[in-house]
C-alpha cells in the first residue's frame, strides 16, 4: 500500500514528505495507522547522524498512536480495530529479560530493531523500488507503520490518540524514571537537568511520589515557567552562577540532593547530576542519550563515598503490562500529558516541529495525520 511519510534520507537533512510504499504484515507482525505523531529529542539526534545506531534512509518517529489496520498470521493479542501505542521497548514476556522481573528492557526484538530492520532481518518499506530502514522498532513517521505484536501497547479506545501518543516516550519516560528507577521517597530533594519534556514528566513524577524540594536547572529560562507548574520549587539557571553547577545546587541543598536527574544527554551534565548527590545516600539517573564516542567521567571517590549512579530507558516501564494503566491514569486526571504540548500541527509541517525542538520553542509538537 501507499503511505504518506517523512523520510530521513541523509543525516543532517531535513525529512522529506514523500509517498512510500509499505508491504503488509507479515507473520507475528501488525500494520498500524498512526494517527498522531510527537517529536522527541531522540528523533532529532538520530537525525543528526550522532547516533550509532542511525542508518539511512530510514523512516523515524517513535512517540505515536494509532489503529490495527490487519494483523500478519499467529498474531493472537491484537485485532483490527485496536486502539495501540509503538513501543520501543517491546515486551515478550519471554525472553531472559522479560522473565528477570528486574529490568523492562526485552530481548526479543532488540538486535534486528537497531539495525533498522522487522524482526525477520527485512523492511517493509521502499521508496522508487529501493528499500526504507525501520527505526526503534517503530517508524511512526510513516502513515501506516508495521511493527512486531510484541511492539504494542493495546490502550483503551476511550482515550485521545493525539494525547496518549505522547506515552509511546516522554511522559512515560520522565514519570517511570522518577517510579521505577530511582523510587524517590516522600519528602526527598530531587534536581533535574534539563527541563524538555523528558525533564518535565521527571518533575511531574516527584511531584507525584511527593518530594519536598524539585530542583529544576536548565540553560534557557523560558521553561522555568512550565517546570513550576508541573511542581518544581526552585529554578537555576547555570548561566546566572560562576561556580560549578555541581557546587550551586550542593551549597542549595546542606550538602547535596537525593535523587538527580540528567534529561539533556550532556556527558559534563551528567557529571554535575552525579556530583550534586549528597554524600552517602544521593543517586542520580542518566535519561539524556550521549552521541557516538561520548563518554562519562568522574573521580571514582564520588562513587566510594556512597553516590550512586544509574541509568534509565522508557522509564524503566513494561510497556504491554503498564502502558494500558498509565493510559487510565491520564483518563482518570491523575498524570498530565495535555500541558507538554505546545505545539499541534499537521503532518507535513514536521520540519517545523523539528526547528521548534532544536530552537527551545516547544515542548512537544503533535503531529496530525
Ligand atoms: P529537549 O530538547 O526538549 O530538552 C532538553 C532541555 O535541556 C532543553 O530545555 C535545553 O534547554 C536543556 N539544556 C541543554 N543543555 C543544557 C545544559 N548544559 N544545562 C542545562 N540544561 C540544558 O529534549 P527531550 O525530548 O526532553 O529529551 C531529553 C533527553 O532525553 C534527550 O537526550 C533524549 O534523547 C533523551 N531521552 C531518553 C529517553 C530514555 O528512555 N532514556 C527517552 C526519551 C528521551
Ligand atoms: N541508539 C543509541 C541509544 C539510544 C538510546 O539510549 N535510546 C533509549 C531510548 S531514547 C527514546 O527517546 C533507550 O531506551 N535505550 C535502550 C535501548 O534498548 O535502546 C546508541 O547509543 O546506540
Ligand atoms: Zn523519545
Redesign the pocket.
Known amino acids: 500500500m501507499k503511505s504518506r511519510a517523512a523520510v530521513a534520507f541523509a543525516a543532517g537533512k531535513p525529512l522529506e514528505l514523500v509517498e512510500i510504499d509499505v508491504e503488509g504484515p507479515r507473520t507475528g507482525e501488525v500494520l498500524v495507522r498512526i494517527v498522531a505523531t510527537s517529536v ?3 528523533d ?2 538520530t537525525l543528526s547522524g550522532s547516533d550509532p545506531e542511525g542508518v539511512f534512509p530510514a523512516v523515524l518517529g517513535h512517540e505515536g498512536a494509532g489503529i490495527v489496520e490487519a494483523v500478519g498470521e499467529g498474531v493472537t493479542s491484537l485485532k483490527v480495530g485496536d486502539h495501540v501505542i509503538p513501543l520501543y521497548t517491546a515486551e515478550c514476556g519471554k525472553c531472559k529479560f522479560c522473565l528477570s522481573g528486574k529490568t523492562n528492557l526485552c530481548g526479543s526484538v532488540r538486535a534486528t530493531q537497531g539495525k533498522g530492520l522487522m524482526p525477520d532481518g527485512t523492511t517493509r518499506f521502499s521508496f522508487e523500488g529501493k528499500p526504507l530502514f525501520h527505526y526503534m522498532g517503530t517508524s511512526t513517521f510513516s502513515e501506516y507503520t508495521v511493527l512486531p505484536e510484541v511492539s504494542l501497547a493495546k490502550v483503551s479506545k476511550e482515550a485521545p490518540l493525539d494525547k496518549i501518543c505522547l506515552l509511546g ?2 511522559v512515560t ?1 520522565g514519570i517511570g524514571a522518577v517510579i521505577n528507577t530511582a523510587k524517590v521517597t516522600p519528602g526527598s530533594t530531587v534536581a533535574v ?7 518535565l514528566a521527571v518533575i511531574q513524577g516527584a511531584q507525584m511520589m511527593n518530594a519536598a524540594r524539585i530542583i529544576a ?4 529560562p523560558d ?1 522555568f515557567e512550565l517546570a513550576r507548574q508541573f511542581g518544581a520549587t526552585d529554578f537555576v539557571n ?1 548561566k546566572d552562577h560562576s561556580a560549578p ?1 555541581q557546587q550551586v545546587i550542593v551549597d542549595m541543598t546542606d550538602g547535596g540532593v537525593d535523587y538527580s536527574f540528567e ?4 556527558v ?2 551528567m557529571r554535575s547530576a552525579l556530583e550534586c548527590c549528597h554524600k552517602g545516600w544521593g543517586e542520580s539517573i542518566i ?4 552521541g557516538a564516542g561520548q563518554e562519562i567521567a568522574t573521580r571514582p571517590f564520588q562513587l566510594v563515598t556512597g553516590r550512586v549512579w544509574k ?5 524503566g516501564v513494561k510497556g504491554r503490562s503498564q502502558l494500558p494503566g498509565y493510559v487510565e491514569r491520564y483518563m482518570k486526571g491523575e498524570i498530565k500529558i495535555d500541558e507538554f504540548i505546545t505545539h499541534d500541527m499537521p503532518f507535513d509541517q514536521i520540519n517545523h516541529a523539528f526547528d521548534l ?1 532544536h530552537e ?1 520553542k ?2 512537544r509538537t503533535v503531529l496530525h495525520y
Open positions: 522527541c529529542h531522540t532529532a539526534y516516550c516522554g519516560t537537568f534539563g527541563l524538555g519534556a523528558i525533564g536547572i536548565d540553560v534557557n521553561k547555570p553547577i534529561c539533556i544527554g550532556n559534563n551534565v535519561i539524556g542519550v550521549a541509568g534509565s530507558a522508557f522509564g525542538l527551545g516547544s515542548i
